[in-house]
């Protein structure tokens, strides 16, 4: 199997699951209970928190673990909600292609009275930093920005509308589930309030996440129990998860630059490859764009009719986010960007790891040209374009 999904998660590393391992028939202990078995494992959980933290240039205190970054998100964006309420400040400022965990949220708050400005993103998949500052408000309360765009891939310029946000007082957050482990971050120099991220994005395990909030901010509980985490989220905490988790960070901060380096090669093969191939569209910025992200659409097909087909040639891809995997409606992450409907039907996801190589980059490309090939063969749609029945809407 040739595993191009690395979006929707990753496998996890040998060392993260080493790491865990101890926590699971050694050092089982509830981190909350005072005999010597859960302090051994409350050191583990602090020592782990003091390693994240490290690695995004924060505190300890400002991490709060999380079941993933749906959850951070979530509490992130409430929280600030919240605390800007308590102000008069009922005004938030977000994109059109966010993660759903994002736009429901908000779509959650414009049901209580809050106002929601989504920013439009423009056909190379990026907002920009005036964007945001010709939006805010005497009365924004929030502005929240992905780090790096979950299907697209594309970089945002965080540290410019962090140092906007920061000059006009306004809290700033950032969902970088997809960045973490492929980029550089550092949250004290790129103006970042709060940040969310999840572990099985870069090789930890699944379901455990982080939510970094600067110190000074108030969290709003969205699980209540007992005293974990400060008081903002409750039940018992996963220890062997949190341990995989900042094993899997470190190590993937470590390689950084390395792994950067192979994967946008590869990245940019496979770019060039898929090009070849007539009235096909890269989905995205060329250059501002995560090093292992490939995102592509091809007039005439429908796109799960492609995944379908490359998974019987032994290759995993997607369409899009797995969160939307069920829908069939075209996704809304290439609708902001101003693809058509007809052409978003047809998209291709393909995500690289440090693991991938150039021949299965090579393979990939020829299956995904073979299959493209066929359906357009076989699809009275791409007979009407053909003939000119119907105008092509991407060149050739």
């Known amino acids: ?37 859960g302090q ?29 970054g749906s959850e951070a998100d979530n509490q992130a964006i409430l929280s600030a ?38 920013l439009d993103v423009h056909e190379n998949g990026l907002v920009t930093a005036e964007q945001v500052g010709e939006a805010i408000r005497d009365d924004t309360a929030l502005v929240t920005v992905m780090f790096a765009n979950n299907e697209v891939g594309t970089v945002q310029p965080v540290e410019e509308i962090g140092r906007i946000c920061r000059e006009r007082g306004v809290l700033f957050h950032t969902d970088a589930v997809q960045a973490a482990g492929h980029l550089h971050i550092d949250v004290k120099k790129q103006n970042i309030d709060m940040l969310s991220l999840s572990a099985h994005k870069f090789h930890g395990p699944k379901g455990i996440g982080v939510l970094y909030a600067k ?13 974990q985490e400060r008081g ?14 900042a094993r899997a960070l470190e190590e993937a901060a470590a390689h950084l630059d390395e792994n950067s380096a192979k994967m946008t090669a590869l990245r940019d093969r496979l770019i060039a490859g898929l090009a070849e191939i007539p009235h096909a569209v890269l989905n995205g910025d060329r250059e501002h764009r995560l090093p292992n992200n490939v995102s592509f659409c091809f007039e ?11 998974d019987d040639k032994g290759i995993a ?25 007809e052409i978003a039907h047809g998209s291709l996801r393909l995500t690289l790891s440090h693991e991938t190589t150039e021949e299965e980059i090579d393979k990939t490309i020829a299956a995904v040209k073979d299959v493209v090939a066929y359906l357009r063969s076989i699809s009275p749609v791409w007979r009407d374009l053909e003939s000119g029945k119907q105008k092509f809407i991407t060149a050739a």
Request: charge should be neutral; proline fraction near 4%.
């Open 1 to 37: 199997m040739i595993y191009l999904d690395n979006a929707a998660t990753t496998k996890m590393s040998r060392h993260a699951i080493d790491a865990m391992i101890p926590y699971m028939n050694e050092i089982y202990g509830n981190p909350s209970s005072l005999h010597s078995a």
């Open 40 to 68: 051994l494992a409350k050191e583990a959980l602090e020592e782990a928190r003091a390693r994240i933290a490290k690695v995004l240039g924060a505190e300890p205190r400002e991490i709060t673990f999380t079941s993933g």
């Open 81 to 118: 909600a919240r605390t800007g309420e308590k102000k008069g400040k009922r005004h938030i400022i977000s994109t059109a292609f966010e993660h759903h965990a994002v736009l429901h949220t908000l779509d959650k708050l414009k049901k209580e009275g809050f106002e929601i400005t989504l």
């Open 215 to 227: 110190r000074g901010i108030r969290l709003e509980n969205i699980i209540e129990g007992g005293a």
């Open 232 to 245: 903002k989220r409750g039940g018992t905490e996963n220890i062997p998860a949190i341990m995989g988790m």
């Open 300 to 310: 005439g097909i429908e796109g799960e009719s492609l995944l379908l087909l490359l």
């Open 317 to 341: 891809a997607s369409s899009g986010s797995a969160c939307t995997s069920g829908s069939l409606d075209p996704s809304h992450v290439l609708l902001a960007i101003g693809r058509p409907h």
